[in-house]
């Protein structure tokens, strides 16, 4: 599947915020990208800050139009608050929940080491990004792949207890998905109601 493989850090200082986990690439400069971006810039309209609000939690998560509208569509027809389900349902993703785990430092990381096989769901290696974790469901790392030293590299001093929803092992480098995370839990700087409201024009 495309990813998005551009510099990360232009996309993070468009938005003002370390999106892809590296708080260096906003060190650079306190201004927007581009040739223009130090100079008075024009008022953003209301479509223009709800079309940014979804290509900000497009790009934090790393998931492409057609599946980001494929799940705002699951999350529209489920009971409960859309936007809540939304990000939920991007919280419940494998790649995330390795990179909430503290398995991989980076969302795109953590992503990589699922498709090359590294992480295994319930004693079964699951290679899918995508792969939607449940509620009780044991995520970690493959035996053989335990010894990773990007793995070790992550993990050491990775403060576990930060994400309630979430069980850390450090014995057999696993945790337990606990609960779906509630939205005061996600820390994420996500404004859902205005992706809402942009699909539903």
Known sequence: ?????????????????????????????????????NSRRKKVSEYGVMLAEKQKAKYTYGVLEKQFRNLFKKADSSNGITGEILLQSLECRLDNVVFRLGISSTRSGARQLVSHRHIIVDGEIVNIPSYSVKPGQIVG????????????????????????????????KSGKFLHIPERTDIPENIKEQLIVELYSK
């Open 141 to 172: 790392v493959r035996l053989k792949s335990k010894s990773l030293e990007v793995i070790d590299n992550a993990l050491a001093g990775f403060n576990h207890s930060k994400y309630p929803w979430l069980e850390w092992d450090d014995t057999t």
């Open 1 to 37: 599947m495309a990813r998005y493989t551009g510099p990360k850090s232009k996309i993070a200082r468009k938005f003002g915020e370390a999106i892809f986990g590296a708080d260096k690439v906003l060190s650079k400069k306190n201004y927007p990208p581009g040739q223009h971006g």
